[in-house]
T-cell receptor, first 114, second 110 residues
Framework: ETGVTQTPRHLVMGMTNKKSLKCEQH?????MYWYKQSAKKPLELMFV???????ENNSVPSRFSPECPNSSHLFLHLHTLQPEDSALYLC?????????????FGSGTRLTVV | QKEVEQNSGPLSVPEGAIASLNCTYS??????FFWYRQYSGKSPELIMF????GDKEDGRFTAQLNKASQYVSLLIRDSQPSDSATYLC??????????FGTGTRLTVIP
């Protein structure tokens, strides 16, 4: 495996379900991110982990809960979502948390909340 | 709120022409500038980055940065149909974030 891998690629869930998105990076990077991409809107930063410590939570509702057990893995736990949470969720990693070298994105999880 | 503005397009150019994509940003303290290409249904892919005023060339791509005017552009020479995608401008301010524009959709017509 190379780069940043995300699973699952597609997810359909009901508003009362609990699910988790998984991200794994094989680049030796020390910072990982969750972004939300909705149609006609800029990529929205959700969470940043640098050296396994959460350094930013960009006013994300508590129904989204991140977890970073080590520098290579990142999870996004979902529960009691709303239809407006349907979007493409992108994981990214970088060397250093300042974004100075750009990010490498995973292929994303297309989430549909019904 | 730091803003990154792009013309959403669509921008259509004939095959072999030069495509010019523009981006402006609001934070004068911005330090790093990136162009990502995103094909439909795929994730963004980094294609160029620039840190200093002036031009930076990589193959058919040239990034141009003017910090005084707060704009960054991407030129694609000899455009190919495979260049048809959405191009995202991203700006880094040294904090734990990149700020993205909404993207410009480019269509290269064979």
């Amino acid at each position: 495996e190379t780069g940043v891998t995300q699973t699952p690629r597609h997810l359909v869930m009901g508003m009362t379900n609990k699910k988790s998105l998984k991200c794994e990076q094989h680049l030796g990077h020390n910072a990982m991110y969750w972004y939300k991409q909705s149609a006609k809107k800029p990529l929205e930063l959700m969470f940043v982990y640098s050296l396994e410590e959460r350094v930013e939570n960009n006013s994300v509702p508590s129904r989204f809960s991140p977890e970073c057990p080590n520098s290579s893995h990142l999870f996004l736990h979902l529960h009691t979502l709303q239809p407006e949470d349907s979007a493409l969720y992108l994981c990214a990693s970088s060397q250093g948390g300042t974004g100075a070298y750009g990010y490498t994105f995973g292929s994303g999880t297309r989430l549909t909340v019904v | 709120q730091k803003e990154v503005e792009q013309n959403s397009g669509p921008l259509s150019v004939p095959e072999g022409a030069i495509a010019s994509l523009n981006c402006t940003y609001s934070d004068r303290g911005s330090q790093s500038f990136f162009w990502y290409r995103q094909y439909s249904g795929k994730s963004p892919e980094l294609i160029m980055f620039i840190y200093s005023n002036g031009d930076k060339e990589d193959g058919r791509f040239t990034a141009q940065l003017n910090k005084a005017s707060q704009y960054v552009s991407l030129l694609i020479r000899d455009s190919q149909p495979s260049d048809s995608a959405t191009y995202l401008c991203a700006v880094g301010t040294g904090a734990n974030n990149l700020f993205f524009g909404t993207g410009t959709r480019l269509t290269v017509i064979p």
